[in-house]
Every structure is written in structure tokens, then in C-alpha cells.
């Protein structure tokens, strides 16, 4: 419940410590971000918040997400978070992630679609011929 | 000549550390060996250590015969134990191999990325505002095309928030920072008008708390710009000697246990201005791997042949000493005018601390001179705070020369060198620094008189011993827990600098911004300062951090390295929960 009017803060680093709200942040005196990564405010905090949270900001969530939906949703926002500071693409511009990631996704979209496609429609043929093959057998000697 | 087998006694001279009649030895084996080479039995040191066959192995300091694939870098094997009189551990993990891996695939990216950019930049795509030739001088040798130019308009830039960051007020236990923010990614910065408070300060050289605003030395150092003003205005040898610099050489002399000291106003100069005032061409200076970019500098500047040795690796400088006696200069093999080992106290990249007793054992041996760095250990190692020479129980008469600074301990600013009477008349009148240098502020001076008599305990109080007890026991806690939650930690157990790992580059930005955002204002190191795939967060332990302050400290750090996934150390603790309160007692006693 918000006890207090909320602070409006605008962010140094533009994504969240989770890497999931990309907004301002609005932040009341004795709140803590929704998302379950950050620990209370209040910890570090003297009295003046607005001038320490410099996080960003999250959207209010109307609708109460489930336990197991949030829990996915933190789960592969910490993945998205390492995934950005392994390959260093955590320092790059926006338009040079969206690069990036572009160039790994088709790179990856290619992989797959010559090497991994084949191969899987193979078994697939393989193996579903198998049984209609089978089948077509027993009716043609049941009806001779 | 009868042949004669090897007896023992041959193999028992370099028993004797101190023996100095290996020549002999050598001869007469020598001739056995022209007269009798394939008659004699030979033991297994004279098989491995003969090129020629005829030169045994006396050195004081001997590799080990065996070849072990090393887990950890064979810093942490004390070679002779009994020159040390408490036990020396250091530890230096080595890096995952995976870790490694990712780390060189991320610099990779980054400079893909780092090409893209510089040719959207010349190719005028992208409009640029680094820093770049004019068009007249396109066809002149490049001045910004070396990597350490790459590096910075594509790497450091990047994550450049992280330094520099301005303070606005004293840099104790915590500190006031301006809020800084960027529009076009740290190409510039603004103020958006607000000041971060009461920031922990964890990068601060503040060892023992001296940096105040209040109290004895600030009032002291108030007196004292009453009386003398701010400024000198003139260097030692004309009007910029006053009454108050002498007495702080005589405190100084006094402090280190020298014959006497002299002082400069900046403790860079007093390295690379005073080395060129000790060793000219013709002299062989000898200096460790990773020391300090002043050490070098004074080092380059003096003319004389420099050579490195693996640093703290005393194998490494027993054979440089060996080479340089037996060679002599390069082409005419004269003998060297002088040989200098150039070493530090704490190096403060590595947290490491020097070996002295070993250093001093091979100077007394080889003849050679030392030059102390005590930039960081002096008034932070040690029971009375006097440095590493304390640390080990030594006799500063051994020190040729020990030079320190006083920005670290003392709060003050500017350094010093002590050393026997000859040596300091010597460089007041030929050291570059002492001659043309503005010599040190009287407030300064005074801050440094008042702190360096709180340490010794002249001024009657207690306070200077609880200061370096407390540092040595924060130091001991906060090494410990950060070891205990599986950080990477390299350097001495007792070292105030405390280097931890970060590896990745991408990590370096996101850990000093995580750890601003939770109020905590850390240093971050990446290349050139370090190797480039070894970037690290350096913490400095204070006096002035309470144990609630480095708890605090502690817990964030934990989340952050939960966070990005720091905790790379393969180790695992040995932590006893039962008997907690027993083993922080056992750490007290040192």
C-alpha cells in the first residue's frame, strides 16, 4: 500500500540490476521494487530516498502475476542478465545489441535449419514410415 | 691425478647459506673433472646443473629438481623459513580454465564491435568526437592507432561512469558523491544536481583513518595555516625551507629508524626524480615485475640497464644477481658501478607483500643496494605501524634506501626517503626533486607531524595503537569473509589491499555501477593497470570501518557477486559455524 506520495527518480543506468523494467522508477518511502531480486529500500537508505535509488523503474502491475509464472520470469530474466555480461554485450549500445543478437539468433536460426532439420526429418521419415509401411501390409493380406 | 669419485663433501658446501668458499670448490672439482670426466660418479645436482659440466649449483634460493604442473602460482612456498619468524601466506587461485575462455570471447566481441565503430567513424556514418588527427596530418606517423587508443575510445569509454567520480567532501569511513549522469554514453557527464550521502567508502588508501575533518590533526593543521599561510612559494634550496620541514625529517628519521630523511611534496616525483639521482649508466637496476608506474619512470629516466624479475619470485632474482656478477655490462663485461633491487612494500595491484628476509639475505650476499617502496605498507604492516621492515622484525639498517609517501596512512600528501646521513646530504643538493621542486605546503606538514606522533604514541593517547589494531583485525575479517563466500582473493593474508576478481569485462562496469547503486563506492581495475584478462575490484580496509560498516559492505557484496556470478574460487571454505566466536578470537592474536 502506498503510504506516502510516491518519488519519482530518474535512473543513471537506464536497465534494472535484474535486467527486466526498462522504465522510471517509482518508488514510495517504504516499498521495495516489486521485482524479487532488490531487498527493501530502507536497508541502506537514510532518510532521503530519492537521492540514493537510482534503479529503474517498474511499470505498477495491475494484474498479480502467479508464484510459478513469476519465478519463470525471474528464472529467464537472471539467464537474459548472464547472457548479456558473458558476451559483453551488456556494454554496447542498444542498436549494437539489437545487432548482436540479431546476427546470434540468425546465425542460430541457420545452424539449425541446415544441419539440425535434416537430420530430424530423417528419424522422423524413418521412423513414421516404419509404421504406416506395417500397416499397409496387414490390410493388403487381409483383403486378399 | 688419481680419480677421485665425488665425495659428499663436495655436495655439502651450498648446505651453508652463508659460505662464500664455493670457489675453491670449484676449481678443484673442475680439474678433476678435465682429468678424470668419465671416471668419476657424478651426483644427480651436478647432472642437472652443468652446461658445460663444470659449474655447480650454490645458489642460495634452488628451484625445485622436480616438475609439478602448479595448481596455484608457486607464490605460496616459502623457500627458506627460517628467516621468517611468523608464517608468510599468500595465494594467487589460478583463473577457471572456462572462466579464461569466456573472458578472451568477450574482449573478442567487444572489439568486433570496437573495428565496427572505428570505421563508422571514419567514414564519417557516425559523427565522432574522440580524439583524432587533424587532415594535415593524415599522412604523418598515426598517433591514435595503437591498442592502448583502441582501448580506450571503445572499451574504457564504455564503462568510464565508473571512475572519476567526484567527491564533495572528506573521503573517510563514508563519503558525499556527486550524481553524475550520461545522455550520449560517457561520451560527456552532467550534473543532475543531487549528492549522493554517506557513500562506504571501500577504495580510499585510508588505512588508518587519518582522514578527517576534525580532530587533533585538523585542528593542529588550522594552527599552522594561521601561522604560515597555504603556500611556499619556493623550493627547498631557496625560501621554501622552513623550521616545520626539519622537524618533520628529524620525526620522519626518527619514525623509520634511519640515520635521517628527507621529504618531497608528491610522491610520484620522489620516485622517478630521486632513482635518477642514485643510478647513472653503467649501473644495473634490478626491479620487480609489477612495480609502480613511478619506480619505472625513475628507473627509464636514469639511463641505467634495467632488468625484471618474476615478481616476488626470489629464484628469478637470484639468478638475475648471479648473471649480472659473472657477466658484468653487456659488451665489455666490466664490472657494474652498482647494483640496485628496486622492490615495494604492498604491491597494491596484487596485495602482495615483499619478501624481505629473503630480499636482504641475497643484497648482504650479492653486494647489491636496496630500494624500498613503502608507499602502502608504511603505518599499515606491522605491530607499531613501521612498515614491512616492522612487519618482519628486521633491522632498518639493512635497507639501503627506504623511500614511502604519506598519502596513504598519514592522510597528508607527498614522500619521503630515509637512509644513512651520507646518502640524504647527497640528494638535498643532486636530487632533481629537492632542488626544483616546491617543497611541501606547512599544513600539510603539520598534518603529517600530528599523525605520525599519534602513531607513535608520543602524543600521550592510546589512539594510534587502537588504530593499527583495529586495521589489522578488519583486515583479517574482511579477507576472511570474503574468502569464506568463494570470491577469488589474491594477495597476503595481512595485506590492507584487497584485490578480487572479476575477470569478465562486461563485469567490471556492471560491478562498480551495483555496488554505487547500493550505496557503496568501490574501485574497479581493468587493463592497462592489470593483465588484460585479470580486471579486479580493489578494496582498501581502513582503520575507520567499523564492523557494522564492513558488514554492511560485505552483505552487498555477496548479492552483487550472487548477482554476476563472482564467486569463481574452487576452494572450499573451512568454515567451523559451532565454534564461531572461538575462531574470530584465534584471528585476533597476531
Not at chain 1, 554496447?92 to 546476427?103: I, K, Q
Not at chain 2, 562496469?509 to 568501490?522: Q, V
Amino acid at each position: 500500500m502506498l503510504l506516502h506520495t510516491p518519488v519519482v527518480v530518474t535512473c543513471v543506468q537506464k536497465t534494472c540490476s535484474c535486467f527486466r523494467h526498462q522504465h522510471r522508477l517509482v518508488v514510495t518511502r517504504d516499498q521495495t521494487c516489486p521485482c524479487s531480486t532488490h531487498t527493501p529500500v530502507t536497508d541502506w537508505c537514510t532518510a532521503d530516498v530519492q537521492q540514493r535509488y537510482s534503479g529503474p523503474a517498474v511499470s505498477t502491475d495491475p494484474r498479480p502475476r502467479s508464484m510459478a509464472l513469476q519465478t519463470l520470469q525471474t528464472q529467464l530474466s537472471w539467464l537474459y542478465s548472464q547472457y548479456l555480461l558473458v558476451t559483453a554485450v551488456y556494454m554496447l549500445e542498444p542498436w549494437e545489441r539489437a545487432l548482436f543478437t540479431s546476427v546470434l539468433l540468425s546465425a542460430a536460426a541457420m545452424v539449425g535449419y541446415y544441419v539440425f532439420l535434416p537430420v530430424f526429418l530423417r528419424l522422423a521419415l524413418h521412423f513414421f514410415s516404419g509404421v504406416f509401411g506395417g500397416q499397409e501390409e496387414s490390410a493388403v493380406t487381409l483383403m486378399s | 691425478m688419481t680419480s677421485r669419485p665425488h665425495t659428499s663433501e663436495d655436495t655439502s658446501v651450498f648446505q651453508l647459506p652463508g659460505a662464500f668458499c664455493y670457489r675453491l670448490n670449484m676449481t678443484e672439482s673442475s680439474s678433476n673433472k678435465l682429468l678424470n670426466g668419465d671416471a668419476c660418479q657424478r651426483s644427480s645436482k651436478d647432472k642437472k646443473s652443468g652446461k658445460n659440466g663444470f659449474v655447480k649449483n650454490h645458489c642460495l634460493f634452488q628451484q625445485p629438481q622436480k616438475y609439478r604442473r602448479p595448481r596455484e602460482k608457486n607464490h605460496n612456498v616459502v623457500r627458506n623459513p627460517s628467516l621468517y619468524n611468523k608464517p608468510f601466506v599468500e595465494s594467487y587461485e589460478e583463473t577457471p580454465l572456462l572462466v579464461a575462455v569466456l573472458t578472451y570471447m568477450g574482449y573478442g566481441i567487444l572489439t568486433i564491435f570496437g573495428y565496427l565503430r572505428d570505421f563508422m567513424r571514419h567514414w564519417n556514418i557516425e559523427k565522432c568526437s574522440v580524439a583524432r588527427e587533424r587532415d594535415e596530418q593524415k599522412d604523418f606517423v598515426p598517433l591514435y592507432q595503437d591498442f592502448e587508443n583502441f582501448y580506450t575510445r571503445n572499451l574504457y569509454t564504455r564503462i568510464r561512469d565508473n571512475w572519476n567520480r567526484p567527491l564533495c567532501g572528506v573521503p573517510g569511513s563514508k563519503m558525499d558523491i556527486v550524481e553524475q549522469v550520461s545522455h550520449d554514453y560517457n561520451r560527456t557527464f552532467q550534473n543532475t544536481g543531487k549528492i549522493m550521502r554517506d557513500v562506504i567508502n571501500m577504495g580510499s588508501y585510508n588505512y588508518l583513518g587519518f582522514a578527517e575533518n576534525v580532530g587533533q590533526c585538523a585542528d593542529a593543521a588550522i594552527q599552522v595555516t594561521e601561522q604560515y599561510g597555504s603556500g611556499v612559494c619556493g623550493t627547498r634550496c631557496e625560501m621554501g625551507n622552513l623550521d616545520i620541514h626539519q622537524e618533520m625529517e628529524e620525526l620522519v628519521a626518527r619514525f623509520l629508524g634511519v640515520e635521517s630523511a628527507l621529504t618531497f611534496g608528491m610522491g610520484f616525483a620522489t620516485n622517478s626524480m630521486n632513482i635518477p639521482a642514485l643510478a647513472g649508466k653503467g649501473c644495473l637496476i634490478l626491479s620487480d615485475e609489477l612495480n609502480h608506474a613511478s619506480l619505472v619512470l625513475g628507473a627509464r629516466l636514469s639511463g641505467s640497464t634495467i632488468r625484471v624479475f618474476k615478481h616476488n619470485n626470489m629464484v628469478s632474482l637470484e639468478k638475475l644477481l648471479r648473471d649480472a656478477i659473472v657477466h658484468g655490462q653487456p659488451r665489455t663485461h666490466r664490472p657494474w658501478k652498482k647494483l640496485l633491487i628496486v622492490v615495494e612494500g604492498i604491491y597494491s595491484m596484487e596485495g602482495s607483500i615483499v619478501r624481505l628476509p629473503e630480499v636482504i639475505a641475497l643484497k648482504k650476499r650479492y653486494k647489491a643496494f636496496l630500494y624500498l617502496d613503502e608507499a602502502h605498507s608504511i603505518g599499515a604492516l606491522g605491530p607499531n605501524g613501521k612498515g614491512v621492515v616492522d612487519y618482519f622484525g628486521l633491522d632498518p639498517k639493512d635497507v639501503d634506501i627506504m623511500m614511502g609517501t604519506f598519502t596513504k596512512s598519514f592522510g597528508a600528501a607527498g614522500g619521503y626517503i630515509g637512509g644513512k646521513r651520507e646518502l640524504i646530504q647527497y640528494l638535498r643538493a643532486h636530487s632533481h626533486s629537492a632542488v626544483y621542486a616546491t617543497s611541501m605546503p606547512p599544513p600539510v606538514a603539520q598534518q603529517i607531524i600530528t599523525s605520525m606522533t599519534t602513531i607513535m604514541g608520543e602524543d600521550g593517547t592510546s589512539l594510534g595503537a587502537d588504530r593499527l589494531r583495529l586495521l589489522s583485525e578488519n583486515t583479517t575479517y574482511f579477507r576472511r569473509k570474503l574468502r569464506e563466500m568463494g570470491f577469488i582473493i589474491y594477495g597476503n593474508d595481512d595485506s590492507p589491499v584487497v584485490p578480487m576478481m572479476l575477470y569478465m569485462p562486461a563485469k567490471i562496469g556492471a560491478f562498480g555501477r551495483e555496488m554505487l547503486k547500493r550505496n557503496i563506492g568501490t574501485v574497479v581495475v581493468g587493463f592497462p593497470a592489470t593483465p588484460i584478462i585479470e580486471s579486479r575490484a580493489r578494496f582498501c580496509v581502513s582503520a575507520a570501518h567499523t564492523r557494522e560498516t564492513l558488514d554492511v559492505a560485505l552483505k552487498a557484496i555477496g548479492e552483487v557477486g550472487d548477482l554476476l556470478q563472482l564467486k569463481y574460487s574452487r576452494h572450499q571454505p573451512t568454515v567451523t559455524p559451532g565454534l564461531g566466536w572461538m575462531s574470530e578470537e584465534s584471528y585476533l592474536q597476531d
